[in-house]
């Protein structure tokens, strides 16, 4: 069908937040262990970190890391994970039925992100543990030298302090899964407590809340609203989690999740501010969405597994494999954040390797690509300057689950310095192309330089150890006449369009 929209540097909402593109790394599965840490890995730096799948983090444009939960923070003994290896404790996580090796700890993982170009976002274990040892952490990761804890860091080999600016007070702390999960209240007094800590020690972090662990939760919309009225003097953001999958075979309002997750904000948002207007305040309380992705719980059953599993080192946990589908889900996700760049603060893709993840990678073997690393690998590359929103009629698609969705989902970015736009947009009819006319009168004389489409006729397209680079990026079909852009968007299929001033 046909759609039509108008770019204008007017339509603006911000500029490009680039904590958009944030990961996750949580000791979950194969995430840290084989994943981005394997000392006998033929790729392997001195540090055991292997090499391969550095250069894909690097590739995929990650700004911001998550770490090390999670669930898993929940039960988390910081000490447990610094000094010499060999004297490092061997202990059972309760978050995933695991075995930790604590092989790899905070200052191992904090080097890690300095090589690959990763700004650290830390989450500090609220469930189990409480004020003094979130203030210990504090002060052995920033501390100058000459108290205790900074003055064991020193004696680890690190004598200048991390200066870790990103933490995230606790995980998911309403759900009845977590170690030490708590009402709001509970959750509220104690965040407050540990903020104004924080915040004494120095007043420039960046405090993260923890919001409801997902908007079905009960207690949503309440929770955010109890906490914020205890923590908003003292925190600078609040978490959002989500994650998708098709329920009963529905395809149809799989491809059109970003619309909730659109809502999802807005409902946070809203009630951030309704907080703020009660307190007469003028600050600003913004989003950390820092667990986001397509993930197929259903298909895990993963109470049963928690419960019946072997106890091991580094199980193959929640290891999706993602189609070309999931890759324009993924995408129009992307697109969602940038809508918001105003409001959504940090954005986490959960995770980063192996467990939920655009990387995989074989023990020992080789790593690669899965397909949704691509979207986000082009959208962190080319979205640049100010984020503008689409004028237009973007043509229309009924779901059972969302009612009636734009089919052409879409957002643009304008670096008026270089004088390059680009386009990302996702047909989100299963069935339906859409012949898509773009009117870009307002920048002038332009150059189509790319376009790039991500998806592929047979929607359940995977790539693998053998098979790559099954679904990778392709040229796209469109033609730029006057200051009329043409293009084509096969059903189902994600886009990253790039024009630059001629």
Partial sequence: MPVTSTIDPAFSVGLVNPWLFGTFVEHLGRCVYTGIYEPT????????????????VRELGA????????????????????GPRA??????????????????????????CTRVGLEPMLAVNLGNRGLAEA??????????????????????????PWGVRLWCLGNEMDGPWQIGHKTPVEYARLAQEVAHAYKTFDPDLQLVACGSSNPAMPTFGDWERIVLEHCFDDVDLISAHVYYEPIGGDDVSFLAVSAHMDRYIRDVVSTADHVAAKRHSQKRINISFDEWNVWFAARHAEKEVEQTAEVTEAPALI???????DAVVVGSLLITLLRHTDRVGVACQAQLVNAIAPILTVPGGAAWRQTIFHPFALTAKYARGTVLMLGGDHGQVDT?????VEQV?????????????AIFAANRSLTDPASWTVRLGAFGELRLVEHLVVGDEDHSAVNSEDFPDRVVPKAG??????????????????????????
């Fill in 41 to 56: 890995h033929p790729s392997a730096d001195e540090d055991g970190f292997r090499g391969d799948v550095a250069a894909l």
């Fill in 63 to 82: 700004t911001v890391v998550r770490y090390p939960g999670g669930n898993f923070v929940s039960n988390y003994r910081w000490e447990d994970g610094v």
């Fill in 87 to 112: 004297s490092r404790p061997r202990v059972f996580d309760l978050a995933w039925r695991s075995i930790e090796t604590n092989q790899v700890g905070t200052d191992d993982f904090l080097a890690w």
């Fill in 135 to 160: 203030v210990d952490y504090l002060e052995y990761v920033n501390g100058a030298p000459g108290t205790r804890y900074a003055d064991q860091r020193v004696g680890n080999g690190h004598v200048k």
């Fill in 319 to 325: 290891q999706d494999v993602y189609t070309a589908l």
């Fill in 400 to 404: 059972p689950a969302h009612g009636a």
């Fill in 409 to 421: 989902w879409a957002v643009a970015t304008h670096d008026a310095q270089s004088g390059e736009l």
């Fill in 477 to 502: 079909v469109s033609a730029l006449a006057g200051d009329q852009l043409s293009v084509t968007l096969p059903p189902a299929s994600w886009h990253c369009i790039r024009l630059a001033s001629r």
